[in-house]
């Protein structure tokens, strides 16, 4: 996902490289007939850019989850979430 994600930003001249997009996963899990199972998953990305691709960012990341091959063949089973928080990048 966050391959598909970066992917997306880089081909709208976002620049995902370098430690400028991370992800941090939460997965839930449940007991069903004694077997733990992963019932939710969570990404919280983190995007390092300026305040001006905000618009651009949240458009990719409505957008991104249905291209993603992992989302694809998992959505049917788990739950699968994301959010994002765009971070301003550090002045030079």
Do not use: W
Request: with cysteine.
């Amino acid at each position: 996902m966050l391959g598909t994600f970066g992917g997306a930003l880089e081909a709208r001249n976002i620049d995902a490289s370098s430690g400028r997009l991370t992800g941090q996963v939460r997965g839930e899990v449940e007991t069903d007939e004694k077997v733990l199972v992963i019932k939710r998953i969570h990404v919280e990305y983190r995007v390092v850019a300026p305040e001006t691709a905000r618009e651009t960012v949240e458009r990719v990341h409505g957008m991104y989850a249905m291209r993603c091959p992992l989302y694809r063949t998992l959505h049917g089973a788990i739950q699968l979430s994301s959010s994002y928080v765009l971070a301003q990048p550090a002045s030079t």
